[in-house]
């Protein structure tokens, strides 16, 4: 018999491990006088749906009652609360303070640190609006991780208004705003030199403590963003007054979710983990969706991820999770020549031949190599195991990793295409097959491009030999990487779309950027150098 994915069992001494955590948070929340409440572990859907953005919502577990009512399991907490207060608790005299530790569900791939079942643990302030209500929220964060041990957390902060007034002033509105966002958040700066004015790439870089302040005051063009500017600097300052001020920092690429959140915003992590431990932020509109009309703001915490950041800073090996330089992660095969050569142009002592060692660390320790497989390293580099690689775009389409694109390093160059028998003639307009089969490596970028076209197809996926699957009837068309044609030209096959072109880029881990922000902006404007030497 085996346990579903994403969930687990509690062994005695795990539990009483987890159990008192909890008890230590509680006791904070408790001393900030938050009163606990519990809702139940499933919900409408519909008050889910009234209280998330798109993309949380589609990771609901669903599920129907005997009178056909859709029913949800929780994705998080804060949307049941606003749900209770709206009903139960509106004659109540505001502001309200809650607090709870709660399990919650989300149906999504399992990994460390993300599970479908989880514990939240976290508090809401409802009816307060300002920055002392603001700043409440990131001194009790900071008061809980150090309460836990995790006295060196550290905390970024932002507020989505000024984000929203730089794109005001440049001109950028509507659809093209939420796409510029989404790569704002995802810290996308590649896409964004390439799609947007060089001062939303400018924003989405700068990360910092006072002086950030007057680089993005010009940037702002709106007295709403101009308002949430001075806000954010007024938060700082509380948490320098309570003595925080060297482990509050702004990065205004900080939007968390786009839908949810209408102003302040922040995030806590730890140098052992590659993702936020805790965030949260103001969400105004809310409460008035669920017919109540009262602000809101609040923050929570994953206790799994925090006894995952504990266990490892308490490990016989903790060293290995706090490497004081950076580490990078190098793929092998057609990208690796020229990878070392632009990161010894960068500066960089990159050994000469690893051999069959895997990973090298330079004789001063500032520096540590990692020799991957192209396809391994957004995998190393999501979860902090490297703290920034060069990989291909082809490989980033493939592979589900949360990492921030901060280059186009320009070499590599191939394109992803859509390839048939000449003979067949596709490339001349003949009409394809109406049960059409498509070999490639490359499934979700051919599942995107078909479905785009709405072009039924079935996709069969091959790591090997793909231009021989036409020859031998496997499929009608092949999706795959080509740089000179060649092996297309030798089977005998022609191009008849391209997809994309692909080149090698260079990625970072989106905390490791933030605990190691000097050294990487040094790395990156070092490469942009040597890549403009190279043309």
């Not at 990078?328 to 500066?347: F, N, Q």
Request: glycine share 8%; with cysteine.
């Amino acid at each position: 018999m085996r346990l579903p994915a994403g969930v687990r069992d509690w062994l005695p001494h795990e539990l009483a491990r987890k159990r008192a955590l909890e008890a230590t948070i509680r006791g904070v929340f408790e001393r900030w006088r938050y009163a606990e409440v519990m809702t139940p572990g499933f919900e409408r859907f519909d008050v889910i749906e009234a209280g998330l953005g798109e993309e949380l919502t589609e990771k609901t577990f669903r599920f129907s009652d005997r009178r056909a009512n859709t029913l949800a399991l929780r994705p998080e907490m804060t949307t049941p609360i606003a749900r209770l207060v709206s009903t139960r608790m509106r004659g109540e005299k505001l502001p309200l303070r809650l607090s709870y530790v709660a399990p919650a569900y989300r149906f999504e791939q399992p990994q460390q640190g993300r599970m479908q079942e989880f514990t939240q643990a976290g508090v809401e302030l409802i009816g307060a609006r300002g920055v002392e209500a603001d700043s409440e929220m990131l001194l009790m964060a900071l008061e809980t991780l150090d309460a836990i041990g995790l006295n060196d957390a550290r905390f970024d902060i932002n507020d989505a208004a000024i984000v929203d007034g730089v794109l005001d002033g440049l001109g950028i509105h509507g659809d093209a705003a939420h796409r510029c966002k989404i790569l704002i958040a995802e810290r996308n700066i590649a896409a964004l030199r390439a799609q947007f004015p060089a001062e939303v790439a400018e924003l989405a870089m700068l990360r910092g403590d006072e002086h950030v302040f007057a680089t993005v005051r010009r940037l702002c063009r709106t007295p709403r963003s101009l308002e949430a500017l001075d806000r954010l600097h007024a938060i700082r300052g509380r948490a320098i007054e309570r003595g925080y001020g060297e482990r509050v920092a702004i990065d205004f690429a900080l939007l968390r979710d786009l839908e949810y959140y209408t102003g302040f915003v922040f995030e806590g992590y730890v140098r052992e983990l590659g993702y936020a431990v805790c965030g949260g932020g103001r969400y105004d509109t809310l409460l008035p969706r669920m017919g109540f009309d009262a602000p809101a703001v609040g923050w929570a915490v994953g206790v799994e991820r925090l006894l995952i950041a504990l266990e490892r800073r308490n490990a016989p090996a903790a060293h290995q999770f706090t490497f004081d330089g950076l580490t990078i992660a190098i793929p092998k095969g057609l990208l690796y020549e020229e990878s070392v050569r632009r990161l010894r142009a960068a500066g960089l002592d990159v050994p000469d031949d690893p051999g069959r060692r895997l990973v090298i660390e330079t004789a001063d320790q500032k520096n540590r190599f990692l020799f991957l497989r192209p396809t391994d390293v957004p995998a190393y580099v999501e979860f902090g195991a490297a703290d920034c690689g060069i990989v291909g775009a082809d490989v980033l389409w493939e592979v589900d990793r949360y990492v921030s694109e901060l280059a186009d390093l320009g070499f590599g160059l191939c394109r992803l295409v859509v390839a048939g028998r000449r003979a067949d003639g596709y490339h001349e307009g003949a009409p394809l097959p109406t049960f059409l089969r498509v070999a490639t490596k490359f499934t979700r970028s051919a599942e995107a491009y078909f479905s785009e076209r709405d072009l039924p197809a079935e996709i069969i996926s091959l790591h090997g030999s793909v231009e021989l699957s036409p020859l031998v009837g496997l499929a009608d068309l092949i999706v795959d990487l080509v740089a000179t044609g060649k092996t297309l030209r030798e089977h005998d096959l022609v191009v008849v779309d391209e997809i994309a072109p692909s080149t090698a880029r260079f990625v970072v881990n989106p905390i490791r950027f933030r605990t190691k922000y000097d050294a990487l902006k040094t790395l990156l404007a070092n490469l942009q150098g040597s890549a403009a030497a190279a043309k």
